[in-house]
């Protein structure tokens, strides 16, 4: 775990408002930093069920398990919640979900996964590194324009047409193999000003692809607003606008009338709103960003599910 520092964690907590034998679900466990304090949270009764389709957490996660027969885990992304919820048998709903989107610190910091500009390694960034296509098969199979594409969308790139052209002259006579390889194209595309790497916003739109990181969030949301108990809690910590963007935008779409029928005498059930914003949005103190630089773009929304 060294290297994992769990952001918002005590804002994550009062979000849940865990309920001592209350059942919950962490859809992200990463290396265990919120699974950790809800179950601290949780009395002998309570119970909490993990998910994470990378191996390694996978790993961790099953040893806190062995220890705290509280805690289950499963290797699977948050689209499958409703199946994994539904196998087990737990139809009486969730008292609270937690997502905490994005890559971790352990998958940074680790040059093999591939996920970081910082460290030469393999360029990867598959979440499973045992499932799909990896950065580097896409980068040199893919269509120029599907590229710029992935970039522009995804990375709000405005380089984006360049950097593609780039990559495809490139791979003609040497296929693209290493972060290192990807940044130093950037880099003599996007000459370096300020703090900020030019390649940070292509390996953030590369890995999202990779991983359909947004379409998963978007079935994730929807499975967790079925799954939640009356009463239940949401939260969701996003660490970019595109995140955040679908997120606000759910939960706001949740949590108001239809305004197609908001005009009728009588609304029906199904146009009613079905959660209630706890809160707006939550940015990590200047406490935690002395400690954990990496919380800075950090943003936690909360919603309750409504009778």
């Given at each position: 775990?060294?290297?994992?520092?769990?952001?918002?964690?005590?804002?994550?907590?009062?979000?849940?408002?865990?309920?001592?034998?209350?059942?919950?679900?962490?859809?992200?466990?990463?290396?265990?930093?919120?699974?950790?304090?809800?179950?601290?949270?949780?009395?002998?009764?309570?119970?909490?069920?993990?998910?994470?389709?990378?191996?390694?957490?996978?790993?961790?996660?099953?040893?806190?398990?062995?220890?705290?027969?509280?805690?289950?885990?499963?290797?699977?992304?948050?689209?499958?919640?409703?199946?994994?919820?539904?196998?087990?048998g737990l139809t009486s709903g969730l008292d609270g979900i937690l997502f905490d989107l994005g890559v971790s610190s352990p998958q940074l910091d680790t040059p093999a996964r591939g996920f970081s500009f910082q460290h030469e390694g393999p360029l990867d960034m598959r979440m499973d590194p045992g499932a799909g296509q990896s950065a580097a098969e896409w980068l040199n199979s893919a269509a120029e324009r599907d590229i710029a594409h992935v970039l522009r969308r995804l990375g709000e790139e405005p380089a984006a047409a360049r950097i593609a052209r780039a990559i495809c002259e490139r791979r003609e006579h040497?296929?693209?193999?290493?972060?290192?390889?990807?940044?130093?194209?950037?880099?003599?595309?996007?000459?370096?000003?300020?703090?900020?790497?030019?390649?940070?916003?292509?390996?953030?739109?590369?890995?999202?692809?990779?991983?359909?990181?947004?379409?998963?969030?978007?079935?994730?949301?929807?499975?967790?607003?079925?799954?939640?108990?009356?009463?239940?809690?949401?939260?969701?910590?996003?660490?970019?606008?595109?995140?955040?963007?679908?997120?606000?935008?759910?939960?706001?779409?949740?949590?108001?009338?239809?305004?197609?029928?908001?005009?009728?005498?009588?609304?029906?059930?199904?146009?009613?709103?079905?959660?209630?914003?706890?809160?707006?949005?939550?940015?990590?103190?200047?406490?935690?960003?002395?400690?954990?630089?990496?919380?800075?773009?950090?943003?936690?929304?909360?919603?309750?599910?409504?009778?």
């Amino acid at each position: 775990m060294e290297g994992h520092v769990p952001v918002l964690a005590e804002e994550v907590l009062r979000g849940l408002a865990i309920r001592p034998d209350g059942l919950y679900l962490d859809a992200t466990f990463g290396r265990g930093g919120h699974s950790r304090m809800i179950l601290g949270a949780l009395g002998p009764h309570g119970r909490l069920l993990a998910l994470d389709r990378d191996p390694e957490a996978l790993g961790v996660g099953r040893e806190l398990a062995q220890a705290d027969s509280r805690l289950a885990i499963e290797q699977e992304n948050f689209d499958q919640l409703r199946r994994v919820v539904e196998a087990r048998g737990l139809t009486s709903g969730l008292d609270g979900i937690l997502f905490d989107l994005g890559v971790s610190s352990p998958q940074l910091d680790t040059p093999a996964r591939g996920f970081s500009f910082q460290h030469e390694g393999p360029l990867d960034m598959r979440m499973d590194p045992g499932a799909g296509q990896s950065a580097a098969e896409w980068l040199n199979s893919a269509a120029e324009r599907d590229i710029a594409h992935v970039l522009r969308r995804l990375g709000e790139e405005p380089a984006a047409a360049r950097i593609a052209r780039a990559i495809c002259e490139r791979r003609e006579h040497q296929p693209l193999a290493t972060t290192g390889e990807l940044a130093a194209l950037v880099l003599s595309i996007i000459p370096r000003r300020g703090h900020r790497h030019p390649a940070t916003r292509s390996f953030q739109a590369i890995r999202i692809f990779i991983n359909r990181e947004l379409e998963a969030l978007e079935a994730g949301l929807a499975q967790a607003l079925a799954l939640l108990a009356s009463g239940g809690r949401l939260c969701v910590i996003s660490f970019h606008s595109l995140e955040d963007r679908i997120t606000k935008r759910f939960l706001r779409q949740h949590s108001r009338v239809d305004p197609a029928l908001a005009a009728l005498p009588v609304v029906p059930d199904s146009a009613r709103p079905r959660l209630r914003l706890v809160g707006g949005a939550i940015h990590a103190g200047e406490a935690e960003l002395a400690r954990n630089p990496r919380a800075r773009s950090a943003v936690l929304r909360v919603a309750e599910k409504l009778a």
